[in-house]
């Protein structure tokens, strides 16, 4: 009863506050915001805004983004009787400590419930929303909100409120909510973006992602087409853990903060203060002071307000930093050092140079900036509201300080404690790279990010911060509305703003590389971030005029007095901001949308559709086909310019004549001066949609040539919002042919090519990729013609450029230095330039010679890139035929991602692969290695044999490149490296994913391309021998290598391994690649009795099955009769599987049997197709620890090891 | 230097009129202002103290405005609040320190035999390093005070300052304000009459936002003499008295009523002359026997 009582109250009096109803309708506008920016992924991955799985990823994603409230609601629930000072009266009541928690706490839980339902309700009525496509809204469902609602949302916000209520509770402090709160945000995204997403660890993440949204996105992921508009979050033993530890922990700090609670006057009895017990504080009554005012003089002039300043500044950080900002900075400091040398990781976990750019470069991880912006708006919310939190306002605001210095202050003390925050920084970037054993600290580096750049951008947001403070001046109101502001920010472009002055604190971003460091990068940031002085500039203004002193506090009041009075100044310094916002925002928006030609996503869409409709009707008219390039380039790197002038030869391979030449020209660069060497005019220009058109006065008679001449400019004029393009850069120019070449025909590739675009466009339907049997695809050979090349590169005289061919002389002239290379070969029409200052080392292998140019400071991987490209060259040649150049260059360059690419006779390292460092690598196993022995191996597979650009064109490119790569670290480091290799790849099975596919032989994906392509083609090898599978591969190329339609597809390739595999092992070729297959093997059981003379029998019990999964996800089980591998191992180092006692093929049935074998020594461990060759989804039950029988207690054995199995399984599970 | 009032009005946004056209001329010295709870004192003070604004009238400091001027009203202002907290986690001495650089004493020297003489004056010197989060009620008033006196405001604002002091800090304090007062305007709201007629030179009487009596504390309880009679009676004459008399005040003694009544004459009914107190000034003026309230009874009459 008078649980009901306090409970009626509280929510009656939370009800009544404003606020209350303004946290529904900001959640209201959340919900609707979120399923707006799913609108995107919705349609590219064909499935419904209101499927369930969408609705329970923004529930979790909304009952993360509910903690700002919780906190709020929670804390002031735990304190206001603290705050209000009317603890007394309550603690005197005759009320028990249960009653009153439990009132106050259940209080708190309807609120935050009541402003939770704005989040289903949002749900159900976004269909209404005009801007929300309609369309993309299937039947309405009300079980999917419940089932979010109930097993999502609910349990997230009873833990929150429990959480945040108990800390609040025994902190007595309504910011230790907020705190805490923060804490959970980031333990969530941490669990997600790191554990599940970076490291794999997706189980763990399931568990402590307090959320719910790594369960929600594994459950994506897993999901099938068939399954997605319809399948509800199924309540399964990870939903019901997750859920479990999560309320348990709830539960705990509850009866914590229920057993800690008194009802008592709080005398400030903390740990810390009965270490430092003082002697009890009273004055003596014996006044000896002679009364007596001393006189004093005080000044007040300029001087003084700079005094004023920095004392009001110190000592209002010394404040927060003492009371809490001490606990953030080690917060942050802790999860520095956990998190950074996790995300410096390279591909597959390789560790990488730690080197400050790199580290910099994480520091502006969203993660992380998002930790300094929310200190920073707690911080701010502190400052604003000192005075009043401790009832000083009325002494203070007397006090003769001027407005516009106690402003000041605060913006300066923000300032010292994002200088604090910034070193934090600095020290765990200092202590990882010591720790990671990379003392090349570039101190200079980090100071210009972490003081110039970042703190910049921290110091824009301060200002905003204070403003919203003053404005809105309620405090947690005053963190919610900032926060929203920060993440509308970040996720300005996914709610379809794409004008970056329109958001605030919007900048072109930048970049670092050891190359050019910030290269162009820079001065668009400054640009931009100038341009949000001016705006910061008003909002000082408008937070000077908002000021809030003395007992006047409305919002109408202050605003009558910030109208009632102008002052010269304020007019000055609004005229100053508004000058700044008018004339660099005129001069971005001229450089972003006027100079560049900035298209929105829509326009750009119309744009190819229109280009489409225009001109795909040429797509099929007979153009000649390119046989020769040749180049001159001229590099201007100080200048960011470039100049191309080329000769293209055509000659016409149909059977027709022809009269008209349709060109493509690139939309980077300007493309002029075509010309044809003989009698041709021009009927078309298109600018806009690229496209030429040419007649010819004498047409092209079959088999005859024509040559074409042209110019092109690369001159970028302005920036974008992305910043400058950055392909001649001061050091470490890169870019493709492709991208500024001009290009004969109509370009298919120019198309929309996701279905329902194509749909909103009213274009006809068109698969994605073409399919496998389209032969008139197999004909066409545009972009991948065989060319005769030539080039003249000219660059800066310390730099060398670099493109395929043979170099045939350098020369230095009017200061530059000219490269001419000379294809030794026709090539595949594809090639880059490269110009940088380079260090060289050369090798060679049989005549052909191997040069590597790098970045001086990155040698570390330099012999072992030449080892891999020996060894390369030695496998390849000897197993699938000859290299066709005298020479192979492998070239750094500043670029994106963390890869490699190959290039006729020509490597392409990005700087991040060159990074990696895998001598560090403890898991045994050398990636760069294998990585450049896979780009070697593209030499054969790709630029001989090249693909049809239909299905299944990846699993002969990629999927031989890495089977071949695989052989060669075999054949240099031997077949326990490549185990080690192998089991690291194989962990991408590990991250979830839909059963549902398409059979190897249709491949297009990442997935089947480099992982289950090479696993397929690696199971041959083992089951065929190395031998049988090159020579087919042999044979393939032999046949299939001249570069002339028709090009071969992965049936060519079935073809021939099927050739090689005797009718025995047909059935597994055609698993493999031609049917979607998974196999299920499981050891169960095995034991071993000794038999004597040092003999084992060991018998394994077994289960298997097989089954096929269509690409809609059903799963047809299939009679299984398998060669299976059956495995024995002896005891090996540290629990690890050691010597190899028996490895055979024995024929398995579906279902569970025993197998018996006998080895000649101590088994540890044996199991069933130990080394994974079949595609299985449970690797880990494969092998097993094999339990000794000793014939005295057999059974006994058992049943000691069931609880332990048990514990291991609890442990697992939980952490 | 004088302040002076002139008409000044404010009207809270809820209806509540806490002053009306008020009119003050404070001299320097002590002044005293009397008046019930919810009578204005607190608003009037605030005005005073620069945290916030009459809708209407002026006000004058000397030659400053201090509606208008409040930058620099306050760089003479001392400000006691009727209640305020403090900073939990800073020592009285630094943060004293701090509000002496706040008001302007930048020299050092200068600040720190400032901060350690108020420190003395407040009896805090013992416990001037320990925080202030620790500090008993008194101590933190004793604390306001220093606050108030730092920098010896030509203008000191104290709201109801003697609330949480003993008898000994009482005295001190008083003593401490008249020392002050002696070249500064120093305002005491309070409604204990006897801080008043110990202290004030000057004083005035607030009712419902109106200045009911602005005299000097002596000349008033002169002005009163001969008027004021007193009887001691029983519980059950109480209500006879309140019909036929003006009652100034009641007051229990030994379980028997002391009724003092204002009259021109003698009432008779065996009351006796008494001599005139400030207490039966405050009481008669609001009462309506005395001041403001009394003249605008008689123009009500007269009209």
Known sequence: MKLWEIFRFELGSQLRRVSTWLYFLIFLGITFAMVASFTDNVRSGDYLLNAPVVTAAITSIASLLVLLVVAAVAGDAATHDLQDRIEPLLYTSPISKFTYLGGRFLGALAITTLVLLALPLGLMLAVFIPGIDASLFGPFRLVPYLSAFFLIALPNLFVATAILFSVALLSRHALTSFLVGGVLFIMAMVSKEVLADHMGLWSLSKQLDLSGFTLVSHFHKTLTPLQVNTEL???????????VLWVLVALGMLTLAHYRFRFAHYAGVSWWSRLTRRRQLVTSNDWTAPISLQPVHKTFNVNTQLYQLSALTFQSFRENLLGWGWMCLVFLAGMLLMLVPEWLEGSLGVPTLATTGRIVQTYDLLLFRLTVVAVLVVYMGQLVWRERDARMQDIADAAPVADGVSLLAKLLSALLMLLAVQTVFLLAGLAIQLGLGHPDVELGLYLRVLFGLQLADYLLFAVLALAVHLLVNQKYMGHILFFLTFLFSVFAAELGVGQKLLVYNADSGWSYSDFSGFGLSLAPWFWFKLYWVGWAVLLALVARLFWVRGHETGIAWRLRQAVARPKVSYLLLAAGGGILIFTLGAFVFYNTNVLQENLSKQELAERRATYERLYSQYGNTPQPQLTATKLHVELYPDQSEALVRGVYVLQNKSKV????????????????????????????????HRHAIYTLGQPLQPGDSLQLTFEVQYKPKGFTGQGM??????????????????????????????????????????????????????????????????????????????????????????????????????????????????????????????????????AHNVDQLIQSTQASLDYYTRNFGPYPHRQVRLVEYP???????????????????????????KRGFDLSFAVAAHEMAHQWWAHQLVPAAVEGAALLSESLAWYSALGVVEAAHGPEHLQHLLWIMRESY?????????????????????????????????????????????????KHGTGEPPLPTSLDLYRELSMVTPDSLQYLLSDLFEKNTFWDLQAKAVEAEEVGNGQWRVALDVRAQKAEVDTEGVETPVPLDDMVEVGVYGAGKDGS????????????????????????????????????????????DNVREVILKKPAAPAQALHIRQPEQLLHFMLDVMF | MELTIRNISKTYPNGVQALKNASLTIPPGMYGLLGPNGAGKSTLMRILATLQEPDEGQIHFGSLDVVRQKDKVRETLGYLPQEFGVYRNVSAERLLDHFAILKGITNRAARTEAVQGLLRQTNLWEVRQQKLGGYSGGMRQRFGVALALLGNPKLLIVDEPTAGLDPSE????????????????????????????????????????????????????????????????????????????????????????????????????????????LEDVYFSTMAGHFGQRRAQAAKEVAL
């Open chain 1, 233 to 243: 979050v199924p309540v399964d033993g990870w939903l019901v853990w997750n859920r």
């Open chain 1, 657 to 688: 004549a022809i009269d008209t030449i349709h060109l493509s020209t690139a939309s980077e660069v300007e493309t002029r001066q075509v010309t044809f060497n003989r009698n041709a005019k021009a009927a078309l220009e298109d600018r806009e």
């Open chain 1, 725 to 858: 393009p950055q392909a001649v850069a001061d050091n470490g120019t890169f870019f493709m042919n492709q991208e500024w070449l001009p290009a004969i025909g109509y370009q298919p590739s120019r198309e929309l090519a996701e279905a329902g675009e194509r749909k909103a466009h009213n274009l006809p339907p068109k698969p994605t990729v073409a399919p496998l049997y389209d032969e008139a695809a197999r004909l066409n050979t545009a972009r991948v013609e065989r060319i005769r090349f030539e080039a003249v590169v000219g660059t800066a005289a310390d730099q060398a450029a670099i493109t395929t061919g043979e170099l045939r002389r350098t020369w230095t002239e009017k200061g530059r230095r000219y490269f001419h290379y000379v294809a030794d070969a026709p090539i595949r029409n594809l090639f880059a330039f490269f110009s940088a200052r380079y260090a060289v080392r050369e090798a060679s292998w049989q005549g052909v010679q191997i040069q590597v140019l790098y970045h001086p400071k990155h």
């Open chain 1, 895 to 921: 670029g994106a991602g963390n890869g490699a690419s190959a290039y006729p006779a020509t490597i392409a390292l990005t700087e991040n692969f060159s990074m990696m460092n895998p001598k560090e690598d």
């Open chain 1, 990 to 1038: 590990l991250t979830p994913r839909s059963k549902a596919d398409v059979p190897l032989l249709l491949a297009t994906d990442a997935f089947q391309a480099y992982r289950k392509g090479p696993f397929a083609m690696y199971a041959l090898k083992e089951y065929l021998g190395e031998g049988r599978v090159n020579s087919a591969l042999q044979n393939l190329l032999a």
């Open chain 1, 1137 to 1180: 599987a050691g010597e190899l006692l028996y490895l055979e093929l024995h024929r398995i049935r579906a279902g569970e049997q025993r197998i018996y074998v006998t080895v000649p020594g101590k088994p540890t461990q044996a199991g069933i197709d130990p080394r994974n060759l079949l595609i299985d989804l449970d690797m880990m």
């Open chain 2, 170 to 277: 009482r005295v001190r304090f008083l003593n401490l304000l008249c020392e002050l007062g002696e070249n500064a305007v120093v305002i005491l709201s309070t409604h204990i009459v006897e801080d008043v007629s110990e202290l004030c030179t000057h004083m005035a009487i607030i009712d419902k936002g109106e200045i009911l009596l602005e005299a000097e504390p002596l000349l008033a309880t002169e002005a009163l003499q001969g008027r004021v009679w007193r009887k001691i009676i029983d519980k059950d004459q109480l209500p006879l008295m309140q019909r036929e008399l003006a009652v100034i005040s009641t007051r229990l003694q030994a379980g028997k009523f002391v009724v003092r009544v204002y009259s021109e004459r003698a009432p008779g009914m065996g009351f006796e002359g008494t001599e005139a107190n």
